[in-house]
């Protein structure tokens, strides 16, 4: 597809609008993009993009990829209505999460190209990851396709096993909350140390989100990173010993994504 795919959105929440902001900024369009969704809110903030909204799907769009992004809780009262758009070329590619390919299938015949998309929250900004799986009826020119939609807000990677989706929910979709955590627990510790409770919450903030940015960036490991900060019988040392005593910062973090993962199964 050497055009950029056109794309129907069903769903212009915060996930979204983002996505709508990445694709306009990656090479897409106003025209290329169309939204419905019965929010009133949400239809102004697509007209505010400059894409066009329309009412409910016809079999006159000229779409290639529809996206899902709304609620697991509506998907069963809106699938119904797209079942007509369903052709060979056509991707229906969801990012709600929790619903298996079945589920798609159930609702378009198991000769529709789904995608199911796992992004997480940083995608708002441009720096989210997003995990794709999808069906036997996707071919690799689809799979492009959906690797460049959700390219446009982060790095993309594919799983093979679906079964996978529910450990890659618990690390990358909720991942963003125990980092959250992280930093409200580090702010409070500073203020129990003394520090004001702007200074602190500045300093948990920062050294996070640079860290990360270190991470990301630099050819050493995690753990090279850890080591290299990490002076003998210093600071770091010290704090250290107390959340790697008996690897319990290690086991607390697995046992979490471990309900997570868990949850995920019972959800879908």
């Given amino acids: 597809m050497n055009r950029q795919p056109k794309i129907l959105l069903v769903g212009c ?4 609008s983002a996505l709508i902001r990445g694709w306009l900024k990656n090479g897409w369009s106003q025209d290329d993009i169309k939204v419905i969704d019965p929010n009133e809110a949400a239809r102004s903030v697509a007209t505010s993009l400059g894409v066009g909204v329309t009412e409910k799907p016809s079999e006159r769009l000229q779409v290639d990829i529809i996206v899902f992004a709304v609620k697991p809780q509506v998907l069963t009262q809106t699938l119904p209505d797209y079942k007509k758009l369903v052709n060979g070329d056509r991707i229906f590619l969801s990012i709600a999460a929790g619903k298996p390919l079945k589920f798609y299938e159930d609702f378009f015949g198991k000769k529709a190209s789904i995608v199911r998309a796992m992004p997480n929250t940083p995608a708002a900004i441009r720096q989210g990851v997003t995990v794709l799986v999808g069906n036997k009826g996707v071919n690799s020119a689809q799979r492009a396709s959906s690797e460049a939609l959700m390219g446009a807000v982060g790095r993309v990677a594919w799983l093979d096993n679906e079964e996978l ?8 979709g909720s991942g ?8 409200e627990a580090l702010s409070k510790a500073g203020v129990e140390m003394g520090l004001s409770l702007d200074l602190a919450e500045e300093l948990a903030l920062t050294t996070v989100a640079g860290s990360g940015a270190l991470a990301a960036s630099s050819d050493m490991s995690p753990a090279e990173l850890r080591r290299l900060v990490t002076s003998p019988g210093g600071t770091t040392e010290a704090a250290l010993g107390v959340l790697m005593k008996n690897d319990n910062f290690v086991t607390l973090l697995k046992k979490a994504v471990s309900a997570a993962t868990k949850r995920g199964r019972d959800l879908a």
């Fill in 13 to 16: 929440g915060s996930m979204g």
């Fill in 165 to 172: 989706m529910n450990a890659v929910t618990a690390i990358s």
């Fill in 176 to 183: 963003p909350a125990y980092v959250f955590l992280m930093i």
